[in-house]
């Protein structure tokens, strides 16, 4: 299979869409969720939706179809939760591995499915790690600005669970997405460096912010620029932006990285802004002509979608930018 960093320098890869989006057409109850394994768990599951990949494996593997016959290159796991820091609120600590294991094994034995089917476009695993639902910068009290939730080695070895999973699952690449606070990507990446020294093995590593208001910055504060320099000095095959803002939105940020790094740039925004119901209604055409100006300008080299994306706004995603060249390499910060 061709190395992705090779392909990258021939055209846009497109990542895939909202997996969310698509389970929540299968109107899974909480029987569903628990199926037979969890029957008993004394604890609601409903909204698990890391826990499908053992309850629902088919419907996983699905979605992961759907999304590569929409075109797509790189689909994500279904293990954006898995960690033993989100999964506590399931009381599910102790199947973070098999969670996250199963996950990358269901996406890689559909991936590969499509790869011997067309070699020509080899298909690619990227293992979700998201930002957990704690953060290691700001307190959760106002009344004890000083306080910390969670610490860094917390979360450094609650992600390096997560990363050895995915990586013996079959991951082609690591994703670290969503992210509102640097300090707990740096404790991912932090991690990922530490399982690729033990295994003395070498993994494509994507990073992706979020910025999360109008004025440009991340939860915790930083500008696209300042984000940018803060997790550069880790080895990295792409930065990029996701979730939060729409496509259009997004674009001046994705200039600033595209203007001040020499990684491939990554962007998969959302399918405009939620309405008064939290619903996403931008349909794949009206998503499609705004990611045209990401490629009119030659900014991204991965595009996708993410809250309220499906197969049909990825699909449209994917014609478009067969038609453009990618964001030149070369590029020097």
Avoid at 243 to 257: D, I, M, R, Y
Wanted: glycine content about 6%; overall charge negative.
């Amino acid at each position: 299979m061709r190395n992705i960093k090779e392909i990258l320098k021939d055209r846009i890869l497109v990542l895939d869409g909202a997996m969310g989006t698509m389970l929540q057409q299968y109107k899974f109850t909480e029987e569903d969720f628990r199926g037979e394994r969890f029957k008993a768990w004394e604890h609601p599951l409903q909204g698990n939706n890391d826990l499908l990949s053992l309850t629902q494996p088919d419907a996983i593997a699905a979605v992961h179809r759907k999304y590569f016959e929409a075109r797509a290159d790189i689909v994500e796991t279904n293990t954006f939760s898995g960690t033993t820091i989100a999964m506590a609120d399931y009381h599910m600590e102790d199947l973070v591995y098999e969670l996250n294991y199963e996950s990358a094994r269901i996406a890689k034995e559909v991936a590969n499915d499509f790869t011997l089917r067309e070699p020509e476009k080899p298909r690619f695993v990227a293992g979700s790690i998201g930002p957990t639902n704690k953060t290691a910068s700001m307190s959760p009290d106002v009344n004890d600005p000083g306080f910390r939730a969670i610490s860094f080695d917390e979360l450094r070895i609650a992600y390096k669970q997560q990363v050895e999973a995915l990586l013996d699952g079959g991951a082609d690449i690591l994703l670290v997405e969503t992210i509102f606070d640097t300090l707990n990507a740096k404790a991912a990446l932090f991690a990922i460096e530490e399982v690729k020294d033990e295994r003395n093995i070498d993994i494509p590593i994507m990073i992706s912010g979020t910025i999360t208001d109008a004025s440009g910055r991340t939860l915790s504060g930083q500008t696209a620029e300042a984000f940018l320099i803060s997790i550069s000095h880790i080895p990295i095959l792409s930065v990029g932006f996701n979730c939060a803002l729409g496509a259009k939105q997004l674009v001046p940020h994705l200039e600033v990285v595209s203007a001040k790094s020499n990684h491939a740039i990554s962007a998969h925004p959302n399918a405009g802004l939620p309405n008064a119901f939290g619903e996403y209604d931008e349909t794949p055409e009206q998503m499609a002509a705004q990611i045209k100006e990401y490629v009119e300008k030659g900014l991204v080299n991965i595009v996708g979608g993410c809250c309220g994306t499906t197969p049909a706004h990825i699909k449209a995603i994917s014609d478009l930018v067969a038609r453009y060249a990618p964001r030149s390499l070369s590029v020097v910060s």
